[in-house]
């Protein structure tokens, strides 16, 4: 069976971005920690929708802020899907895991890169993430 989202609705819960104070910008190469928290919850009423809830965060590894990126981050965001059809517990969570949770990824890193586009160390990307390792980690 083959599971269809729809986005229909999302909201940005929190936004914090703040200059990393050490930032060298010829550094070549960047590192820090980047996490990512998603939650799913099925509607009460209706099998056919979700809310999915995810939280970003990107620090500094301690000690090599200067390797850092130019921001520190924390960005959370809930998305509202709705399947096509009724769709297997299992098989929706994973549809949401690797593509609800992409989707909302793509618009919460647009929120960023807006955000950082007038901040005093220029605009920022959000690294990419990968989901589908993310959910082999999480066993779905």
């Known amino acids: 069976m083959s599971c269809f989202i729809q986005l229909?609705?999302?909201v940005i819960d929190g936004i914090s971005v703040m200059?990393?104070?050490?930032?060298?910008?010829?550094?070549?190469?960047r590192a820090g920690n980047v996490s990512a928290a998603i939650r799913i919850s099925p509607h009460k009423e209706d099998e056919k929708?979700?809310?999915l809830t995810l939280e970003i965060q990107v620090k500094p590894v301690p000690r090599k802020e200067k390797e850092f990126f130019p921001y520190m981050v924390a960005i959370?965001?809930?998305?509202?899907?709705?399947?096509e059809n009724p769709c297997p517990h299992e098989e929706a969570d994973k549809a949401l895991r690797?593509?609800?949770?992409?989707?909302?990824?793509?618009?919460?890193?647009?929120?960023v890169a807006q955000i950082t586009a007038q901040s005093v160390n220029g605009q920022?990307?959000?690294p990419t993430l990968n989901f589908v390792e993310m959910s082999k980690e999480a066993k779905i």
């Open 8 to 10: 229909n609705h999302y």
């Open 19 to 29: 200059p990393n104070p050490k930032y060298v910008e010829s550094v070549a190469k």
């Open 49 to 51: 929708k979700y809310k």
């Open 76 to 83: 959370g965001g809930t998305a509202f899907f709705t399947f």
């Open 98 to 111: 690797l593509n609800g949770a992409s989707i909302l990824y793509g618009l919460l890193r647009a929120q």
């Open 124 to 126: 920022f990307l959000l």
